[in-house]
């Protein structure tokens, strides 16, 4: 283990309230017990990462989700995926589609990164869910898979119309005419946004947005077949319609303001996850949701730089809306290895963490000296967590070599989280395709050591 520098008596006080206050993360069943009971009977409850490649961020948050939906009512998993990918997965733990396992009803997941869900892990959840789901004679005491985000614009234009094939093929054919607008980018949403940047292409936003009017104005008719099946199939097509109207906005917004694009892609994820608590209570009863995303959708963005640039997201939004009903969770980790691209689009790599930086909150909770453990932050006090502080945030790119700049910012942890789960030494997710550069992974000391 790294030493920590000379620290600051404000510093010591920290530590010893972190070392006091650390509740270890063991394995048994017992970890999270406190945890459930600081949840107690909140509807939302927001499990983040500090990145989408670390093997232990998804084995935690998959092991509380499990006591969330056995133990507290829990009927909702809610991803940083995409809607339609997200649905089939949906289907298959409903015991409602073809896909004979949990790695077939994962395949819709196709666009890069795909290891992000297609691993290891997300596997044995989902194998979970329909094992849990197969024992529950109501369909109101199942757990549902839902995805959040909206990058999904091709997916969703098939899916819309393949609804209204269905249904209404008249006002399918109208459908086909309004999205194509976007044929001539093939409907890829990042090849949209950079033709209208260019002037090579016009606004697809009125026939978007007509096609989603039409679509909720006659819900009462393709609603008149009777069940909640019905009713599920006409509310995913709605979300289609939906989706495509923010993606629209969102790739219009891509190159030219990067901060409009990021709100405008919390929001859809945020009034997403709203409209499934009201379709779902619709239905009968107090929905309660478990959302997976990053720590920098899920932290309080108010208690970040990100906030300081006008930013927002899921945490702050939800905390907004729902107040005391919602329980943010954050994760950290000091070292390790992670699965992560070079550049976007790039392959997956299994890739060194430098360790965190003696001003990173990350080093800061290395200094507890136990290999795992949660915190609740309300019971923390000490100025090293209440001023800001480098946190490290790894997407699905890591720059060792520009770390600094690429991946630190400064938050306010007791803001930003209600719980935080340290790991200090982690292991990078196991896709289910490898490539090579995974399985060799990065050669070790590739960065310089002590920094």
Same mark, same amino acid.
């Given at each position: ?12 006080r ?11 993360v063991?394995?048994?069943v ?25 093997h ?51 395949a ?13 892990d @997300? %596997? #044995?959840?989902?194998?979970? /869910? $329909?094992? +849990?789901?197969?024992?529950?004679? *109501?369909?109101?005491t ?10 999904s ?24 005419e ?5 044929d001539?980018?093939?409907g890829?949403?990042?090849a ?15 026939? @978007? %947005? #007509?096609?989603?009017?039409? /679509? $909720?104005? +006659?819900?009462?008719?393709y609603? *008149? ?40 892609r919390?929001?859809?994820?945020a ?30 963005? $108010? ?21 005391g ?11 390790g ?7 976007w ?25 136990l ?7 309300g ?6 967590l ?10 699905v ?25 340290h ?13 090579s ?15």
């Open positions: 283990m790294q030493a920590h520098p000379v620290a600051s008596p404000s510093t010591e920290s530590l010893q309230e972190i070392t006091l206050r650390a509740r270890p063991t394995g048994v017992e970890d999270y017990d406190t945890l459930l009971s600081l949840v107690g009977d909140r509807r939302l409850v927001l499990i983040g990462e500090a990145s989408h490649g670390t232990e961020f998804y084995r935690e948050r998959a092991r509380i989700t499990r006591r969330l939906i056995d133990e507290l009512g829990f009927t909702v998993v809610a991803v940083e995926g995409d809607w339609p990918d997200a649905y089939r997965v949906n289907r298959y733990v409903m015991g409602m589609s073809d896909d004979p396992d949990a790695d077939h009803s994962l819709d997941f196709r666009r890069f990164p795909t290891w992000m869900w297609r691993n290891q @997300v %596997v #044995a959840f989902v194998e979970w /869910l $329909r094992a +849990r789901n197969d024992t529950q004679r *109501s369909p109101s199942k757990a549902r898979f839902y995805g959040l985000d909206l990058y614009l091709r997916a969703s234009i098939e899916a819309v119309i393949e609804y209204l094939d269905q249904v209404d093929p008249t006002e399918a054919g109208r459908a086909r309004r999205y194509s607008c976007f001539h980018i093939g890829d949403g990042q949209y946004g950079y033709a209208l940047a260019t002037g090579a292409s016009d606004p697809c936003e009125t026939q @978007v %947005v #007509a096609q989603l009017i039409e /679509l $909720r104005q +006659r819900a009462g008719i609603l *008149s077949r009777d069940g909640w099946v019905a009713e599920d199939e006409q509310f995913y097509a709605e979300q289609n319609a939906q989706l495509v109207r923010d993606a629209e906005e969102y790739y219009q917004q891509m190159y030219r303001a990067e901060l409009s694009s990021w709100n405008l919390d929001r859809h994820m009034s997403t996850l709203d409209a499934l608590l009201d379709h779902l209570d619709h239905q009968g009863g107090r929905t309660k949701a478990v959302v997976w995303a990053h720590n920098s959708h899920v932290g309080d963005a $108010r208690a970040t730089a990100m906030g300081a640039r006008g930013e927002l997201n899921i945490g702050q939004l939800a905390r907004q809306r729902y107040g009903d919602t329980f943010l969770i954050g994760f950290s980790t000091f070292s290895r992670v699965t992560a691209a070079s550049d689009g790039g392959p997956a790599e299994r890739k060194h963490v430098r360790p965190g930086r003696s001003e990173s909150l990350e080093w800061l909770l290395h200094g507890a000296d290999p795992a453990y949660w915190l609740a932050t019971e923390l006090a000490g100025d090293d209440a001023r800001p502080r480098l946190e490290r945030a790894i997407g790119i890591y720059r060792p070599q520009t770390e600094l700049a690429s991946h630190y910012f400064e938050a306010r942890l007791l803001q930003q989280f209600d719980a935080v789960i790991i200090d030494r982690t292991q990078a997710l196991v896709p289910l395709e490898r490539t550069l995974w399985v060799e992974g990065e050669p070790p000391e590739t960065y310089p050591s002590g920094l």
